[in-house]
């Protein structure tokens, strides 16, 4: 079975701009969250999606948001990009909302 | 605030000797709780968890105990391999996962 994929895997952007990060879940798996992960934080929650709801949401700005399509794939955006931004975003499926996550390798953005 | 903790940022063992991480929590409500491996630009990688029901979970070198009333867990590696040297994160679940910082762990042939 092929594992959480996301993509792009690399994206470098300019302040100001906005990005979108996808994300593929295991097949079958109908949760997705997402992380940030930064040197100084570690792993922080960003959001989490089931049936296209978002169930849960981290402590984040509101330029950071997501969807859910009926496939279970993910997509996050963040608008306004700024410096801080900068971080490895990681993707996890699981099968139901309190199963097991499995995370995909993550996207590194770089915002300059 | 935060209500996960690893407090060694890295741990250094040798080969063939046993690894023990630590982990502690501050929320009661956790109610079950994961070990993920992290090697650099790969996503985590799911480990071994346990259910706030249990005390010990084992699977192959990995086991995880937990501690309820000190609000602790551990993860023991026995025997540390080369290969098990990465970055460890604890997690705990409570409507989501809140993580640690996470520990370096560096075994050492």
Not at chain 1, 78 to 86: I, N, Q, W
Request: include cysteine; charge should be positive.
């Amino acid at each position: 079975k092929a594992g959480v994929t996301q993509t792009p895997r690399y994206l470098i952007k300019t302040r100001g701009q906005q990005v979108t990060l996808s994300c593929s879940p295991i097949s079958g798996h109908r949760s997705v969250s997402w992380y940030q992960q930064t040197p100084g934080q570690g792993l922080q929650f960003l959001f989490e999606y089931f049936s296209e709801t978002q169930r849960n949401k981290g402590n984040f700005p509101g330029r950071f948001s997501g969807r859910q399509f009926s496939n279970s794939r993910s997509e996050m955006n963040v608008s306004t990009l700024e410096l801080g931004d900068s971080a490895l975003y990681l993707c996890a499926s699981s099968l139901g909302r309190l199963d097991t996550q499995y995370f995909g390798p993550g996207t590194r953005l770089t915002v300059l | 605030d935060q209500q996960v903790k690893q407090n060694s940022p890295s741990l250094s063992v040798q080969e063939g000797r046993i690894s023990i991480l630590n982990c502690d929590y501050t929320n009661s409500m956790f109610d079950y709780f994961l070990w993920y491996k992290k090697y650099p630009a790969e996503g985590p990688t799911f480990l071994i968890s346990i259910s706030s029901i249990k005390d010990k979970n084992e699977d192959g070198r990995f086991t995880v105990f937990l501690n309820k009333s000190a609000k602790h867990l551990s993860l023991h590696i026995v025997p540390s391999q080369p290969g098990d040297s990465a970055v460890y994160f604890c997690a705990a679940s409570h409507e989501k996962l809140t993580f640690g910082k996470g520990t370096l762990l560096t075994v050492n042939p």
